[in-house]
């Protein structure tokens, strides 16, 4: 299938297919005799995976390790445990912090009087 097929079955921008090809994430498709790019099912199916990686937050380079963990049937699912428990753990860390600005922030918000006067406690803290 063509690059815009792909990139559809895929849910994916034609211009990340191709920038995926361009980094060797995925495998440089095969080109026919006009110089199009045709991808396999299979290009597609890794496609899909590293999309579903990114969408966790996975680094490119963590796509391409768990792609290679993906591909390789004698795996072990420790590492690939390890690799998703790491991204878990910042998950949660990113979720303390904006946690504590919600918190922050709420208590500037409900402290201001959002009348006609000029004094903020969101500008005195801003300041």
């Known amino acids: 299938m063509n690059i815009s097929a792909a990139a559809l079955a895929a849910g994916l921008p034609v211009k990340t297919v191709r920038y995926y090809a361009d980094i060797a994430l995925v495998e440089a498709p095969s080109r026919t005799n006009a110089g199009y790019r045709t991808y396999t099912d299979a290009a597609v199916r ?3 995976f590293i999309r579903r990686a990114r969408e966790f937050g996975f680094s490119i380079e963590e796509c ?3 792609l ?6 004698d795996r072990s699912s420790a590492e690939v445990k ?5 991204r878990l753990k910042e998950i949660e860390i990113k979720q303390r ?5 919600r918190d922050e ?3 500037l918000v409900s402290s201001c009087r959002g009348d006609d006067r000029p ?9």
Not at 68 to 73: C, E, M, N, T
Not at 82 to 86: D, G, L, V, Y
Not at 119 to 127: A, F, K, T
């Open 105 to 107: 922030l709420t208590h």
């Open 68 to 73: 290679g963990l993906y591909q390789d049937k």
């Open 119 to 127: 004094d903020c406690p969101i500008m005195d803290y801003l300041g």
């Open 46 to 48: 890794k496609l899909i």
């Open 82 to 86: 390890r690799i998703a428990t790491k």
């Open 64 to 66: 391409r390790e768990l």
């Open 97 to 101: 912090e904006l946690q504590s600005l």
